[in-house]
Structure formats: structure tokens, C-alpha cells
């Protein structure tokens, strides 16, 4: 009977992984408008600046009152800042990035004891007509929140929830780039 249970709990376990594989997910944004997953880059090829809102978005639909800022550095570092039109922009999260098929982790640094309450996990695509675009769009809030609210402007609906690649970092620029962001926007919680 043990052995059983086991056995369910494994099936279990493979439907749940292979349902959350970066290709599953690019097939439910597919389903509400044409993307392309990216499986096969490389570090260098993802570290940049992302915003969301990102420039194709604001192009389309204006500024907002705020805004959310990921840099992704070569070296695997990540700053998370983000700023709004009542308080200072500031840093929420730091720490290191893996890129793995398709998906992008963040792991905090110890030294962020609090939640940032920001995705931890994301897939990598581009719109079908941009093939040298990159956007992120984070698997546990962010997807789910594009399928419900795509029903009229599905493209624009996902470039909303898509931290959007408008700057490349280089390794050159890296360095000096994260010590003016930490020293200018880096206010550690108490």
C-alpha cells in the first residue's frame, strides 16, 4: 500500500513539473497571442536592464505613476528597484540570478530579511514580429494575471505584465553601473 502511494505521489509530482516547463507556459501565452520562447541563451545574451512598464508598452498606452526596474547583471548579480510617484526610488531586492531552458530564478541575498514580494521565476520569450526583444514574465502572478485580463488587446495585456530588455549591461560598464545603484537607491530595511 506504501509502495503505492509513492507511486502516486511521483506521477503526481512529473504532471505538476512537466505542466510548468517553460514551453507549457509559452503555449498559454500562445493560446491569446503569438510568442516564441527562448530555451538556448546564454548568460551574456540576458543581462540587461528590464522594465516594467517597458518602452513598447508606454509607447502604446503612456506612463504610468511608477514603475518596477530589473538589472540583470553578466556577473549573475541582479538588482530589483522600484519606484513610484509618492516615495523615493529605491532597491527591494538584491541577489543572484540562474538561467536555466527557458527560465530565469532569482534568489535573494541573505542580507534582504524581509519578502519583497516580487516573482521569483521567470520565462523568457519575444513577440513573434520582434525576434531581437526580450521579455520576462513571472510564472506565479504575472502569467495568470495576463490570461485573465487578455480578452481585448492581448499583445498590449502582456507587454503590461512583461519586464521588457531595453538596455544590454556590459561587463565593461557592470561594475561601476551596480555600485552608483546601491550607493544612490540601496535604503536596507530595518
Not at 556577473?75 to 522600484?82: C, G, I, K, M, S
Not at 513571472?138 to 494575471?145: A, K, N, P, Q
Request: net charge neutral.
Amino acid at each position: 500500500m506504501q509502495r503505492i502511494n509513492i507511486l502516486l505521489m511521483l506521477a503526481t509530482l512529473c504532471q505538476i513539473a512537466s505542466c510548468s516547463s517553460p514551453s507549457k507556459l509559452t503555449d498559454r501565452i500562445n493560446a491569446k497571442t503569438p510568442v516564441k520562447g527562448f530555451y538556448n541563451l546564454d548568460d551574456a545574451k540576458l543581462a540587461g536592464v528590464y522594465s516594467r512598464p517597458g518602452p513598447s508598452y508606454v509607447a502604446r498606452k503612456g506612463p504610468g505613476l511608477g514603475g518596477n526596474g530589473l538589472f540583470l547583471f553578466p556577473d549573475d548579480t541582479y538588482l530589483y528597484l522600484v519606484a513610484t510617484d509618492v516615495g523615493p526610488i529605491q532597491i527591494l531586492d538584491k541577489g543572484t540570478w540562474h538561467y536555466s531552458r527557458g527560465t530565469i530564478e532569482l534568489v535573494s541575498d541573505p542580507e534582504v530579511k524581509w519578502d519583497p514580494e516580487i516573482e521569483r521565476r521567470f520565462i523568457t520569450i519575444h513577440r513573434l514580429a520582434m525576434e531581437r526583444e526580450v521579455l520576462l514574465i513571472g510564472t506565479d502572478l504575472d502569467l495568470s494575471h495576463f490570461e485573465k485580463e487578455s480578452a481585448v488587446d492581448s499583445e498590449t495585456t502582456l507587454l503590461g505584465f512583461a519586464h521588457e530588455r531595453f538596455k544590454a549591461i556590459n561587463p565593461s560598464e557592470a561594475t561601476e553601473l551596480k555600485a552608483n545603484l546601491l550607493k544612490n537607491y540601496w535604503f536596507p530595511k530595518r
